[in-house]
């Protein structure tokens, strides 16, 4: 496609597989602070239920109902109590161990280092991600994903999240590109698809699961291989 110059890409779920490094970091989390010990016998359990308390968190954070603070210690707290263990320190505890462990994690998904390979002889390459600022570098040069990004634009830099369509002009100027010659590449049905259509930005839905969501972008693939048929 001739006409493209700059692509964004989400970073969570599209290229660093966050689930598999989430919950290899729990895992570690759970040993090194004896879990089954203070009253939590199942491993397992402890992930799924720790889950649950973070999706249902992260949804009013995106919806600036909460503050990162709050979640990134009361996700922890809700997990704990749970278990009938209520122990704040704990949680405060797990809360800060989570975010210095798991962004060291380097599990991507398949192809992700040739897609970019790829794209970078012909496309300037950047990030735009909704995650915490002190934790996405960190997964990038961690990853090996640092060299092939010239812009990581995260939201909490900017002051809007995805799908705000303000954090994706602050990525247009700050990459000086503009939306005719841009692409958004992404997971999220929401946020990267349908924030970019409110950007005025071109889209590649990565749709992995093959979710039916009513979206319609302007390419969608089942993997990052497919990228190379579009691009």
Do not use: C
């Amino acid at each position: 496609m001739g006409k493209y110059k700059h692509i964004f890409f989400d970073l969570d779920r599209t290229l660093w597989d966050f689930e598999q490094n989430a919950t290899d970091a729990l895992i570690e989390m759970y040993v090194e602070e004896k879990l089954k010990s203070a009253g939590i016998p199942d491993q397992d359990k402890f992930i799924r239920i720790y889950r649950l308390f973070n999706r249902e968190l992260w949804q009013q954070f995106k919806e600036n109902e909460i503050t990162k603070d709050y979640l990134k210690t009361e996700r922890f707290y809700r997990t704990l109590k749970h278990f009938g263990v209520e122990d704040y320190e704990l949680a405060g505890r797990l809360g800060r161990q989570y975010l210095t462990i798991s962004p060291t994690k380097k599990k991507l998904f398949p192809y992700s280092i040739e897609i970019l390979e790829y794209l970078r002889k012909k496309y300037q390459l950047h990030i735009i991600t909704n995650g915490f600022k002190e934790v996405q570098f960190v997964k990038l040069e961690h990853s090996g994903l640092s060299p092939f990004f010239n812009e990581v634009i995260t939201s909490e830099a900017v002051g809007y999240k995805k799908p705000d369509s303000r954090i994706f002009d602050f990525a247009l100027e700050k990459a000086n590109a503009s939306k005719n010659e841009s692409i958004m590449i992404g997971d999220d049905a929401e946020a990267d698809i349908k924030g970019a259509q409110n950007a005025g930005i071109d889209q590649v839905y990565v749709n992995f699961h093959h979710s039916v969501n009513g979206v319609k972008p302007t390419f969608e693939v089942n993997s990052l291989e497919e990228i190379e048929k579009i691009l």
